[in-house]
Structure formats: C-alpha cells, structure tokens
C-alpha cells in the first residue's frame, strides 16, 4: 500500500479488508500452519463420535434407573424413594399371604324315608341223623323261598349266607342228634308288604325259623347326598369365612377337598321265632326315617383383604 492510500484514509477508522489475509505471526515467532480441509473433517466426526458416545451413556443411566425402580417394586431391594418403599411393602405383604392356607371342617345332614329292607331268616332242623337233618332242612328252606316269592321277593334278592351240619353231644360228649342249619339273606323293595312276608315266611317254616334282624336302607341316595353335601360345604366356608376375617385375610380358591358320606339306619328289628310263628296277624315293622350325613374337610388359600 502507497503513502497517498494511507493519507488518505480518515484517522482512528481502519477499513474492513475485502480479502483479509491471514494474520502475521510476530517477529521472532513461526508461523502457524493453517488447518488443511482433512484436518477440519476428522476433527468434525471426532466432536459427532464423542457425541454419540455421551448419548449412549445417558441412555445406559436411564435403563439402569428404570430397572432398580421395576427391580424393587417386584420385591427387590427396599433402598431409595418413599415411594418405591411404599410399593415394596405391599409387594411383601401381598407374598407372605400367597402360602397361607386354612382347613375347616363342614357336615350336612338330611332325612329320608327308606323303600329297602334287607333281613336275614333261616331254617334249623334237627334228626338223629345226619342225613334226616339234612333233608328236613332242605324240605323246610324250599318252603321259606316258595313263601317269600309269593310275598313278591325275586329270586335274585335271596341268597344263601349259612348252611351248617352239625354233631349234638350231651355233657358227657355222647352224641344225641344232628343239626342242619341255613341262613338266607332277603332284599325286599316293597316295604308295604314287609310284615306279611316275615308273617307268612314263619308260618310256612314253623319253629325251626330264625330271623336275625332287619336294616333299612334307601336304594337312591344321589339327590340325598347332593342335599347333604351341599350343606356340608356352606358350614365349611362360613367357618372358614369367619376366621379369614378375624386375621384380617379373605378366602381364596380351594386347594383340597375330602369328602366321607354315612348312611345309617336306625331301625334294628329281632324276633323271636316261636313268638312269631304263633303271631296270626302281619308282623309290626315300622322303617322310619333314615339320617344321611356328610363331612367335608376343605382347604382354602387366604389372601389379603
């Protein structure tokens, strides 16, 4: 630049160069070389990698905080805000009631009215031989059945539960005679007509008849029994209601039933053969009413309330 140029130009205003020129190092100082275009491109993708590497640590950070927070709310370690505290305890106490359980035990009990009865009657004949003992009985059972078919037992319903031959003997062991003994056992569906069969079966037998005893029984118990159980499992779970709600706890679902049904009979008749072989009228049987009951022992799981 000449002198006219630099007189030119008003004091105190430096002009702005169209084209500045890099800066001239000081005297007695190097001149630093200018950045070369490969120079400027790594240091660009050096800033983008050291970038992308920060964004994958905070993603890490972030993961690592939302699996502690999912980690402690499933029972995991306690530590860190009142909240999480607050979940965790009732994550605790949701799992210390999962394993309890409570047995109880519930029984029903229903009436109904008996339409079988089963009895055992027999023959005992005695002879001074074996052979006449025999046959005496024999004549004797053929009676017995004739009579109890035509009372309207079938002959399916009696069968044969005793039949004995035996030596009689005096104080003295000398033996006096022989006995012939045979038992059947009857099943009779039309109770109405109970006491005119055993009536007509010990006249047609005679002394010799022995009748042992009568039971009742109902020949269909399902609707019964379904009665009886159903009561049995209400008394079961109201019990076990009740002593959830005491501990605080409500009843979950059932882990385990037992269930033991009994049917009894509380008619028991016995005779005596030479009374009712002398009784004219139909032998008085009553057949009652009959208790069906059945026990449940049912488990249950608690859970909180």
Do not use: C
């Amino acid at each position: 630049m000449n002198e006219e140029s630099e007189t030119s130009q008003e004091p105190g205003v430096v002009p702005e160069p169209v084209n500045p020129a890099p800066p001239t190092p000081a005297s007695g100082a190097s001149p630093a070389a200018a950045p070369s275009p490969a120079a400027r491109h790594f240091g660009q993708s050096s800033l983008a990698r050291t970038l992308a590497v920060v964004g994958v640590a905070a993603l890490v950070v972030v993961a690592a905080v939302f699996g502690a927070v999912a980690l402690r709310n499933s029972g995991g370690s306690s530590r860190g805000s009142g909240n999480i505290r607050i979940v965790l305890a009732s994550s605790h106490s949701a799992v210390a009631t999962s394993g309890a359980q409570i047995t109880v035990t519930g029984s029903g009990q229903v009436e109904g009215t008996p339409d079988t009865a089963s009895f055992g009657i027999g023959v005992n004949t005695t002879a001074s031989s074996a052979v006449g003992a025999l046959e005496q009985n024999n004549r004797q059972v053929s009676s017995l059945e004739h009579s109890l078919e035509q009372s309207g037992v079938v002959a399916k319903d009696i069968q044969t539960s005793w039949l004995n031959l035996s030596t009689n003997t005096n104080n003295s062991g000398d033996v006096t005679g022989f006995s012939a003994d045979d038992e059947l056992n009857v099943t009779m569906h039309n109770l109405s007509n109970l006491g005119e069969a055993l009536d007509s079966a010990v006249h047609a037998t005679g002394n010799g008849v022995t009748l042992d005893g009568i039971s009742f029984s109902i020949s269909n118990q399902s609707g019964l029994l379904a009665a009886a159980r159903a009561q049995a499992m209400l008394s079961a779970r109201t019990e076990a209601s009740q002593l959830a709600a005491g501990g605080g706890l409500t009843l979950g679902s059932i882990v385990k039933v037992t269930d033991q049904e009994n049917a009894s009979s509380n008619v028991e008749y016995y005779a005596n053969a030479a009374l009712a072989a002398q009784t004219a009228s139909r032998v008085p049987v009553q057949a009652g009413q009959q208790q069906i009951s059945v026990q449940v022992t049912v488990v249950y799981q608690l859970k909180s309330s």
